[in-house]
């Protein structure tokens, strides 16, 4: 599920934000991250931070299906350089475990980890 | 509607991907283009060029309200460096009139202008 290409958007300088969409009550509900926040797991999970994300935790009780866009303005693309990805995700809120354990241990602030299964990444730029 | 600080995001280095955000009839569809896109007009519309962007034409003429996010990893924020807009706006596609020939004659591959109207930008980071 993640490329060499997906590997170098988040790996890679300069850092840039990640946007999270998910169905809520009011519509589309959208959340900013940032690439450098990703850690992946040995079986190919994202991990994020949840600082906040109130909104986006009562959105996955309902349908916990994620769309994110992710890009990196100096990783070369199809047709120049800049890319991104547009992922669709099955999305959990961790708040103990070894995925927990993984984000609290980088970013203490975190209340709680967004544990990511990526269902499909197309690069579309 | 263009407060500094969002004019700070738009138009300073390093450029990051903005997304767009429109509902569709598969559901919430996520569209990127590049902060360094954006032109902004006389009276504080935002123009983006588009190259594709089919399926948020078509998802436009049944609600033509869009949500964007826009952030700045360098940027100063609320807490720390890095900060971020989440906007609201009436969205159209223009092929001819002034708005377009702006865009047209910076992105010469460009089918349409994007043309934004800011309803709501609040600053989230």
Chains 1, 2 share one sequence.
């Not at 800049?82 to 103990?96: D, I, P, R, W």
């Not at 209340?111 to 197309?122: F, G, N, Q, S, T």
Request: glycine share 6%; with cysteine; net charge positive.
């Amino acid at each position: 599920m993640i490329n060499d290409k997906l590997l170098e958007v988040i790996l890679s300088p300069p850092d840039s934000a990640l946007t999270i969409a998910t169905k809520g009550p009011g519509g589309i509900h959208l959340i900013n991250s940032w690439n450098s926040y990703i850690q992946i797991t040995d079986d190919d999970k994202l991990l994020l931070p949840a600082g906040q994300m109130e909104q986006t935790e009562k959105n996955l009780k309902k349908n916990n299906e994620i769309k994110m866009t992710i890009c990196n303005r100096d990783v070369q693309g199809k047709t120049y350089k800049g890319t991104g990805f547009l992922v669709t995700a099955k999305a959990t809120f961790a708040t103990s475990g070894r995925e927990y354990e993984m984000v609290k241990n980088k970013f203490p602030w975190a209340r709680a980890a967004l544990v990511l299964v990526i269902k499909e990444a197309i690069q579309t730029l």
